[in-house]
């Protein structure tokens, strides 16, 4: 029970990894120059991320360990 817990924490994790970038246009420093784009990463999802990650390995050390016994 408590390793299919980890991997929904950890496939939570990737998933919210991956929807905290988002790509922007940014505009040229001087005229006539062309535009460039960058990356912009969301906080609370790089967070949210971040915690199911610890969740996740909490989670995955517990089930071993119970298994183990």
Known sequence: MLLA?????ALG????????S???GVAPVLEGEPG???VVYS???LGLS???ATVAGV???LGLARLRR
């Open 13 to 20: 994790c990737v998933l919210s990894w991956l929807a905290a």
């Open 50 to 52: 971040l915690l199911l």
């Open 5 to 9: 817990l980890a991997v929904a924490a």
């Open 43 to 45: 906080a609370p999802l």
């Open 36 to 38: 460039t784009t960058s």
């Open 59 to 61: 989670l995955a050390v």
């Open 22 to 24: 988002s790509t922007v």
